[in-house]
T-cell receptor
Framework: DVKVTQSSRYLVKRTGEKVFLECVQD?????MFWYRQDPGLGLRLIYF???????EKGDIPEGYSVSREKKERFSLILESASTNQTSMYLC????????????FGPGTRLLVL | DAKTTQPPSMDCAEGRAANLPCNHS???????VYWYRQIHSQGPQYIIH???NNETNEMASLIITEDRKSSTLILPHATLRDTAVYYC??????????FGTGTSLTVIP
């Protein structure tokens, strides 16, 4: 079975803090994704990566950066957390190719005070 | 990108088939239809996907109309654990999934 894990299920941070969310997958997938999910807005893509050290902006990259130094690990960074970044963050991975299924992690619920 | 339309909520009696509809009238010929579900406070779980033929796996069946403008996800014998939000997604040619707001399915004892 595909396993995608995220470093924390719940996180509380203060405004202005630097926040790291980490995602690890164990299926040697080329592609990895970060989404955020908010009530009434569905899932929105923040960034994705199709290879080590490669990244592409999604629909809402502002305020975020990412890092992919190893194939299995994809980090989402909030350089200076703000209250409007309070959300559920979901990581996903897939094999390369346009129609490969994405597999999701359990999510990290981030609260920024 | 093709968009999808789903009813916001549905109920289904336990043990009966749950039929979840989805409209995707602007779908392109090479775009697949995917279904995921999300149980409260968990990550989305893949269910099934298809292009134009009907598909079945251990979780569900997917029926796609001949013109591909709509589809139906069928859970043959719904259980209480099937209570979740179900997302119908039409995948574009890139790597992105566009999740809408889905259908909240409640299975009633």
């Amino acid at each position: 079975d595909v396993k995608v894990t995220q470093s924390s299920r719940y996180l509380v941070k203060r405004t202005g803090e630097k926040v790291f969310l980490e995602c690890v997958q164990d299926m040697d997938h080329e592609n990895m994704f970060w989404y955020r999910q908010d009530p009434g807005l569905g899932l929105r893509l923040i960034y994705f990566s199709y290879d080590v050290k490669m990244k592409e902006k999604g629909d809402i990259p502002e305020g975020y950066s990412v890092s992919r130094e190893k194939k299995e690990r994809f980090s989402l960074i909030l350089e200076s957390a703000s209250t409007n970044q309070t959300s559920m963050y979901l990581c996903a991975s897939s094999l390369a190719g346009p129609q490969e299924t994405q597999y999701f992690g359990p999510g990290t619920r981030l609260l920024v005070l | 990108d093709a968009k999808t339309t789903q009813p916001p909520s549905m109920d289904c009696a336990e043990g009966r088939a749950a039929n979840l509809p989805c409209n995707h009238s602007t779908i392109s010929g090479n775009e697949y239809v995917y279904w995921y579900r999300q149980i409260h406070s968990q990550g989305p779980q893949y269910i099934i996907h298809g292009l134009k033929n009907n598909e079945t796996n251990e979780m569900a069946s997917l029926i796609i109309t001949e013109d591909r403008k709509s589809s139906t996800l069928i859970l043959p014998h719904a259980t209480l654990r099937d209570t979740a939000v179900y997302y119908c997604i039409v995948r574009n040619t890139g790597n992105q999934f566009y999740f809408g707001t889905g259908t909240s399915l409640t299975v009633i004892p």
